[in-house]
């Protein structure tokens, strides 16, 4: 039977630091239950591609240890195939559809915007040393072979910065 995992309000902690596991909106309790702590270095949820994956992607670029990013779990507003799209089409220059501040929009018809003081080089670096698997099947997580990134990437520290919008 796994043990219990460590956990904070919003992630579960596991042994295994090379490899995050982002639950999109199933309850990230459920994901824990049904794999070993060995099976995952940190497992959280991502509701939003509007406000969730900037904070994601500055996590990443804080933890360069990650090589693996597993989307699993019920996809609801798309935030799964947008972070998807991501990894596999990219970004481009932006800016926010509501207050116009300039941006880094995600390839993807579902959404997503990264601010615009993450460097476009980190952003690239970030994408070639990560590899995606998405997975449907929360069981299917235990036999993945997972594949080493071709690139590695060093500790980006992008602190969130306060932005105001002229009214």
């Not at 995600?106 to 003081?117: A, H, R, T």
């Amino acid at each position: 039977m796994p043990e219990k995992p460590q956990q904070t309000n919003s992630i579960i902690f596991g042994d295994k630091p090379d490899v995050a596991i982002v639950c999109l909106w199933t309850p990230i309790e459920a994901v824990a239950k049904r794999l070993n702590k060995s099976d995952y270095g940190i497992l959280g949820n991502l509701y939003s591609a509007e406000r969730g994956i900037d904070s994601l992607i500055r996590t990443l670029l804080t933890h360069p240890e990650i090589k693996h990013l597993i989307i699993t779990g019920a996809d609801v507003t798309k935030s799964g195939q947008a972070l998807l799209d991501f990894f596999k089409k990219g970004f481009s220059k932006s800016k926010t559809k509501e207050t116009q501040i300039e941006c880094w929009q995600i390839s993807s018809e579902f959404g997503g915007y990264i601010d615009w003081d993450i460097p476009e080089q980190a952003l690239q670096e970030l994408r070639e040393s990560i590899n995606v698997y998405p997975i449907k099947l929360i069981d299917d997580i235990k036999n993945l072979k997972l594949i080493q990134p071709a690139k590695t990437r060093k500790q980006q520290i992008y602190t969130k910065k306060t932005q105001f919008v002229k009214k």
